[in-house]
């Protein structure tokens, strides 16, 4: 199953915090997974139930829509070595997980968790079409790092990654669930499409 518990230290895919470990190998077995081909790639089978069930969410997400991804190289045709991480962040930042009044976050939904592995995903794929290889280990620890900052204080008390597997993992009637899932994850990253075009034409 899943890696799950407590402890202090952070130290990414060594950390003695299980929560943490699979945040970060979450973010390294996808971006790995899409670079190298995805489901007709070089992979061999994911190493845990949460990187299957991400494996299998991204897939289908990108299968059933298509042709908005095609749209993500012109979001990201200014990155340059530089600037990947940075910009992936504050997209994050911005329309993912917004705080609400008060300085709180608000209530995070699995949709948005599968948001930020697949625009890492994307923008991979984007720095490794262009030739920026180095920028794929950045943004494999920048990811986990966020993840591990934002997504894991809030699933600690809930179960930890077990609720993603539960909405995402491969089974017969995951059709419906995943569609439902899909909509709102395309609706958070079509909003920071736009809100990018609109901030960049007003800089």
Not at 114 to 125: E, F, I, K, P, T
Not at 128 to 138: I, N, Y
Request: net charge neutral.
């Amino acid at each position: 199953m899943c890696q799950l518990e407590v402890p202090e230290a952070r130290l990414g895919l060594n950390s003695p915090d299980p929560l943490v470990r699979e945040a970060f190998l979450m973010a390294h077995d996808y971006i790995d997974y899409v670079t190298r081909g995805g489901a007709d790639g070089t992979m061999g089978p994911a190493p845990t139930a949460c990187t299957a069930a991400l494996r299998h969410a991204g897939d289908e997400l990108l299968t059933r829509f298509p042709i908005f991804f095609r749209r993500w190289p012109r979001v990201f045709q200014d990155v340059t070595e530089n600037t990947a991480c940075p910009m992936l962040m504050s997209i994050l930042d911005e329309h993912f997980f917004p705080p609400v009044p008060g300085g709180r976050r608000r209530d995070l939904a699995w949709s948005a968790v599968l948001s930020v592995y697949v625009l890492a995903g994307q923008m991979a794929l984007h720095c490794q079409e262009r030739g920026m290889l180095a920028v794929l280990p950045q943004l494999k620890e920048c990811v986990g790092a966020y993840v591990d900052r934002v997504i894991c204080p809030e699933i600690r008390d809930r179960g930890g990654w077990t609720g993603f597997v539960s909405r995402f993992g491969e089974k017969q009637d995951l059709e419906g669930q995943l569609k439902k899932a899909c909509w709102w994850t395309l609706l958070a990253l079509a909003i920071s499409i736009i809100t990018y075009f609109l901030i960049k034409r007003m800089t």
